[in-house]
Each structure stands twice: as structure tokens, then as C-alpha cells.
């Protein structure tokens, strides 16, 4: 019970920072994930499924409200499309180490790059 408890609100706090930053929740969950005993993989690849509906309610809310060229918005969906789909199929190739520290790189990376 407690843990559905802590992953509940891991879950909202995921679901929150993705509605307000536009994405990177994932940031949040796969800790979440992994803290409640999940093995990195399973939390990475729970994390991406789960983000998924999340993204599409948020990004529903976000054509309805701001107003996105289709110009921009069709070659980086099409781009991500291909990327995640390329992702996914290399998730399992790599060790679970290895995802932990390709994950914290990318995190490392974008928060200095915010800074800069």
C-alpha cells in the first residue's frame, strides 16, 4: 500500500513537470520507478509507456491553447517519431549501467545547457 502510495505521487509529480515543461517527465520517473525497486531497463522502457498518454493530454491542451505552425511542429514530431522508435529498439542492447549513465549524462547535459 505504501509503495502504491509513493508511486502514486511519483506519478503526479511526473505528470505535472511534463504538463508544465512540455516534456521531461521522464526525468522524474524513471528515479521513481527505480527507488520502488524496478531495474533500469524496466523503469526506462515503464517510464516512456506511461509518458506516452501523458504527452498526448498535454499536447492536446497545448495545440488548444498556443498556436503551433504545422511547418514546425510535422518535421520534429516526424524526427522524434524516428528517434523513439530507434531508442526503443536499442534499449535492450544496452546494460543496465549503461542506461543509468547514458540517462544521467543526458540529464547533466541539459541542465548545464539551461544554465548557459
Do not use: D
Amino acid at each position: 500500500m505504501r509503495k502504491n502510495i509513493k508511486l502514486l505521487g511519483g506519478g503526479a509529480l511526473t505528470g505535472a513537470a511534463n504538463g508544465l515543461f512540455g516534456g521531461g517527465g521522464g526525468m522524474i520517473a524513471v528515479p521513481v520507478l527505480e527507488k520502488s525497486g524496478m531495474g533500469a531497463l524496466f523503469a526506462h522502457a515503464t517510464a516512456i509507456a506511461v509518458i506516452l498518454p501523458v504527452c498526448l493530454v498535454s499536447g492536446a491542451i497545448y495545440l488548444w491553447f498556443v498556436p503551433i505552425p504545422v511547418s514546425q511542429l510535422l518535421p520534429v514530431a516526424l524526427g522524434m517519431t524516428a528517434g523513439g522508435i530507434l531508442g526503443a529498439r536499442l534499449l535492450p542492447a544496452v546494460s543496465a549501467a549503461g542506461v543509468t549513465y547514458l540517462f544521467a549524462l543526458f540529464m547533466l547535459a541539459a541542465g548545464v545547457r539551461m544554465l548557459f
